[in-house]
């Protein structure tokens, strides 16, 4: 049996409200994507509750067991959690979102162009996959990123951090070029530099690469370069999600999808920003 108005009123009295919870908006965009409730056994959680519940502890970066008790109980979470990675279902919801986010903005569904890079976080004692950026001389995982102009996530990778920048194109522009046929162009910065390493990634892809370096002009203070500032400052985005600070999962899976939830909280504000008010 679904959840009715009724029941959500009477939690809505019941439950204060956070910041990050979902104005009615934001759940219309994301709710046609949702699994269907099972039509057999016990009453299911309101979907609602459980993504304001994981959007609560991305931004927060609780521990599971620390999420407030008015908030359904943090094992159905969980449960929820590990199954909507496992079925994709964050990777759609990115997609989705990211079309909606180009068409409103006035672009087309696909992009043409799309910019890439890497941030590295340190692991903790969960264990799992890990390994040592020599460059950033940081132990854990790396994530690597593609955004397109408007810096809009086309596609999210999650390694160890011992794989280099420029290994780690190939696999992710082939998978850009999957999901966006129309991507041509791609841009990134020196540490993706190798003719070896772009062949293999034009090989995979078809997508021609250009490498946007620093100017040999000595400056003092911060210089934007073109093009690269996109993608840094979606990686400034992802920062403001506090369980992102660090990497706390045992797997890459989980590492992947709660990066994935983040990008998927900071599309749903932007289309509602974005979204026509009703007068």
Same mark, same amino acid.
């Not at 009477?10 to 219309?28: G, N």
């Not at 094992?75 to 079925?87: G, K, L, P």
């Not at 696999?171 to 020196?190: A, N, W």
């Given at each position: 049996?679904?959840?009715?108005?009724?029941?959500?009123?009477?939690?809505?009295? *019941?439950?204060?409200?956070?910041?990050?919870?979902?104005?009615?908006?934001?759940?219309?965009?994301? !709710?046609?994507? =949702? /699994? $269907?409730?099972? @039509?057999?056994?016990?009453?299911?959680?309101? /979907?609602?509750?459980?993504?304001? !519940?994981?959007?609560?502890?991305?931004?927060?970066?609780?521990?599971?067991?620390?999420?407030?008790?008015?908030?359904?109980?943090?094992?159905?979470?969980?449960?929820?959690?590990?199954? +909507?990675?496992?079925?994709?279902? +964050?990777?759609?919801?990115?997609?989705?979102? #990211?079309?909606? &986010?180009?068409?409103?903005?006035? $672009?087309?569904?696909?992009?043409?162009?799309?910019?890439?890079?890497?941030?590295?976080?340190?692991?903790?004692?969960?264990?799992?996959?890990?390994?040592?950026?020599?460059?950033?001389?940081?132990?854990? @995982?790396?994530?690597?990123?593609?955004?397109?102009?408007?810096?809009?996530? *086309?596609?999210?990778?999650?390694? /160890?951090?011992?794989?280099?920048?420029?290994?780690?194109?190939?696999?992710?522009?082939?998978?850009?070029?999957?999901?966006?046929?129309? #991507?041509?162009?791609?841009?990134?910065?020196?540490?993706?530099?190798?003719?070896?390493?772009?062949?293999?990634?034009?090989?995979?892809?078809?997508?021609?690469?250009? #490498?946007?370096?620093?100017?040999?002009?000595?400056? !003092?203070?911060?210089?934007?370069?073109?093009?690269? +500032?996109? #993608?840094?400052?979606?990686?400034? +985005? *992802?920062?403001?999600? $506090?369980? =992102? &600070?660090?990497?706390?999962?045992?797997?890459?899976?989980?590492?992947? !999808?709660?990066?994935?939830?983040?990008?998927?909280?900071?599309?749903?504000?932007? =289309?509602? $920003?974005?979204?026509?008010? /009703?007068?």
């Amino acid at each position: 049996m679904p959840w009715n108005e009724a029941d959500r009123l009477k939690y809505d009295v *019941i439950r204060a409200r956070y910041s990050s919870d979902m104005s009615d908006e934001e759940f219309e965009l994301i !709710a046609p994507l =949702l /699994p $269907r409730p099972k @039509r057999r056994g016990r009453k299911p959680t309101d /979907p609602r509750e459980i993504l304001n !519940a994981m959007f609560y502890l991305i931004r927060c970066g609780c521990p599971w067991r620390l999420l407030p008790k008015d908030f359904p109980p943090f094992t159905t979470v969980q449960n929820h959690f590990y199954a +909507w990675r496992d079925n994709g279902l +964050w990777t759609q919801i990115v997609c989705i979102l #990211v079309m909606n &986010a180009r068409e409103s903005e006035g $672009r087309e569904a696909s992009p043409t162009a799309v910019i890439v890079d890497s941030q590295s976080v340190k692991t903790t004692e969960a264990g799992g996959p890990r390994g040592f950026d020599a460059g950033k001389k940081v132990k854990g @995982r790396k994530r690597h990123i593609a955004v397109d102009m408007l810096g809009l996530p *086309i596609e999210s990778q999650v390694t /160890p951090a011992a794989v280099q920048d420029r290994d780690a194109l190939a696999p992710i522009l082939g998978e850009v070029h999957r999901k966006s046929p129309f #991507v041509s162009m791609c841009f990134v910065d020196g540490g993706y530099k190798g003719d070896e390493a772009q062949r293999a990634a034009y090989e995979a892809s078809r997508i021609s690469i250009t #490498v946007v370096e620093r100017s040999d002009k000595r400056v !003092a203070g911060f210089v934007v370069l073109p093009k690269r +500032w996109v #993608v840094e400052r979606t990686l400034g +985005w *992802i920062n403001r999600a $506090r369980r =992102l &600070a660090k990497d706390f999962e045992a797997t890459i899976e989980s590492s992947l !999808a709660w990066l994935l939830i983040a990008l998927a909280f900071l599309l749903m504000r932007r =289309l509602a $920003r974005l979204s026509p008010q /009703p007068t």
